[in-house]
C-alpha cells in the first residue's frame, strides 16, 4: 500500500467546508450513551479540522436502521455528548442531506462544527446498487469542499459516505485512520517477535479469515471465548450445552495440525468455568471450575479457567508484539469476567516492558473499559473490529483503497 495524504495535503481549510465521515456508532440505552470511547476518538481529528478554521460537517451512523428514519438511532445524543467533550457548540441537523441540514451547514462560522443525522436513515448509505450509493453521495458532496475519512469502523465497508464521497471530493485520511493502519502494518509487516495473538469471542467462523493469514505469521495463537468449545469438540473433548459450531469442526481439525506442522503453538484452555444456565437477570450465577476435558453435559462454558488464565498470562510474559481480538468470556457477568480480565491485564505488562499491545476493537475493547483498566496502558485500542480483522485477513478495506486513489 502507498503512503496516503493526510489533513495537511488539503492546504489552507478556512472557511472551507469541510465532511468528516468519523465513527460514532456507540452503545446506546435509550438515549443514553453506555460508552463514549468511540466519540472520544473522534474528538482528536475534529478539534484539528475546527482549529484550522474548517467549517467542520461530521457525518457518521448509529445502529441498523433499514434505509429510513428511526428515532431509536438518532446521533442526537451523541451531538450533545461531542459537544461537552470539544467544549464548544455543536450544531444538529435533523436530516443528513435535506433541508435542515443544508441550513446547518450554511449556519456555520469558521471553526464551527455540525453533526448530520445518522446517514444510514437514507438507503442510498448502504445500497448494493452504485448508482443509488452514488447519488447519495453526489447529495452529500453538495455540503462540502473536501472530505476526510476518520471513521476506522466503517473502511471496510463499500458505503456512500466512505468510498463513493471520496470520488467527488478533494479526500484525505484523519489522523485516527491513520494511526489504525500504522499499526495493524505492524502487526501484519514485520513483526517484532515473540508475536502472540489471542483470539476469543463466540464463533470460530467469525476468526477464520484472521488465523487462516495469522497461522504461518504468529509465534502462538492463544483460544479462548464461545470459540474455544468447537476446537475442544475437534480434539474429541465432550462440550455439553456450550456454543459449538459443528460445521467449523472440520476447519479446526486442519488450524491445529497446520499449526504443529509450522511451528506454531496453539494455546487452548485446560480448565473452564461452567454453568448451567447462560447469565441472565433473574438467577445468581452458579460458576464452578472443571477440566477442559470434562465438561458435564448439563453445563455450558462461560469463561477460561483460573489455570488457564495463568497460562494465558505466561504465554504472553515475553512477548513483544500481542493482538487481542474477542474477550475470553461473558465479561459482562462478574463470575465469568476474569479470563477477560487476565489477559488485560498480561497484555498492560507487555506495554510496560516495552512491547506494541494491540486490542482489536469491538468487545475487546469495551471489556477494557467495562474492567476498569486505564486505555493508556495499551499501546492501541482499535475502534474498529471488523475493520481490523479484515486487515489482518490480508483483504483490501474499500474505504482505504479509494484514498490511495483519489
Not at 479540522?49 to 428511526?70: E, I, M, Q
Amino acid at each position: 500500500m502507498s503512503h496516503t495524504a493526510g489533513i495537511e495535503s488539503l492546504g489552507d481549510l478556512r472557511g472551507k467546508r469541510v465532511l468528516v465521515r468519523s465513527d460514532l456508532n456507540v452503545p446506546l440505552d435509550g438515549t443514553t450513551i453506555t460508552d463514549d470511547g468511540r466519540i472520544r476518538a473522534s474528538v482528536p481529528t475534529i478539534t484539528q479540522l475546527s482549529d484550522a478554521g474548517a467549517r467542520v460537517v461530521v457525518t457518521a451512523h448509529l445502529g441498523r436502521p433499514d434505509g429510513s428514519p428511526d428515532p431509536r438511532y438518532s446521533l442526537e445524543p451523541v451531538a450533545a455528548r461531542l459537544s461537552e467533550l470539544l467544549e464548544r457548540p455543536v450544531a444538529f441537523a435533523t436530516d443528513t442531506v435535506g433541508a435542515s441540514a443544508s441550513e446547518t451547514v450554511a449556519g456555520l462560522e469558521d471553526g464551527g462544527i455540525a453533526v448530520l443525522e445518522n446517514v444510514r436513515f437514507n438507503d442510498g448509505e448502504t445500497s448494493k446498487d452504485d448508482s443509488v450509493r452514488g447519488a447519495f453521495a453526489d447529495q452529500l458532496a453538495q455540503l462540502a469542499d473536501a472530505f476526510v475519512s476518520d471513521g476506522f469502523g466503517v473502511v471496510h465497508r463499500r458505503q456512500a459516505s466512505v468510498y463513493e464521497v471520496a470520488l467527488r471530493l478533494p479526500s484525505a485520511m484523519g489522523g485516527l485512520v491513520a494511526a489504525e493502519v500504522e499499526v495493524l502494518r505492524r502487526l501484519t509487516e514485520h513483526p517484532e517477535r515473540p508475536y502472540v495473538v489471542v483470539l476469543g469471542g463466540s464463533k470460530v467462523s467469525d476468526k477464520l479469515g484472521v488465523i487462516d493469514n495469522l497461522i504461518d505469521k504468529a509465534d502462538k495463537l492463544l483460544i479462548g471465548g464461545g470459540m474455544v468449545f468447537t476446537f475442544l469438540k475437534a480434539q474429541g473433548h465432550e462440550v455439553g450445552k456450550s456454543l459449538l459450531e459443528e460445521d467449523q469442526l472440520d476447519t479446526c481439525t486442519r488450524y491445529l495440525s497446520e499449526a504443529a506442522d509450522r511451528g506454531v503453538e496453539i494455546v487452548l484452555p485446560t480448565d473452564v468455568v461452567v454453568d448451567t444456565a447462560f447469565p441472565s437477570g433473574d438467577r445468581e450465577p452458579q460458576p464452578s471450575v472443571v477440566p477442559a476435558s470434562e465438561i458435564p453435559a448439563d453445563a455450558l462454558g462461560l469463561d477460561i479457567g483460573p489455570e488457564s488464565a495463568a497460562a494465558f498470562a505466561a504465554a504472553l510474559s515475553d512477548a513483544q508484539t500481542v493482538f487481542w481480538n474477542g474477550p475470553m468470556g461473558v465479561f459482562e457477568v462478574a463470575a465469568f469476567a476474569e479470563g477477560t480480565r487476565a489477559v488485560a491485564q498480561a497484555l498492560t505488562e507487555v506495554t510496560s516492558s516495552g512491547g506494541l499491545s494491540v486490542v482489536g476493537g469491538g468487545d475487546s475493547a469495551a471489556a477494557v473499559r467495562q474492567l476498569g483498566f486505564d486505555e493508556a496502558a495499551f499501546g492501541h485500542i482499535s475502534t474498529g473490529g471488523g475493520a481490523s480483522l479484515e486487515f489482518l485477513e490480508g483483504k483490501e478495506l474499500p474505504g482505504i483503497a479509494v484514498l490511495e486513489r483519489a
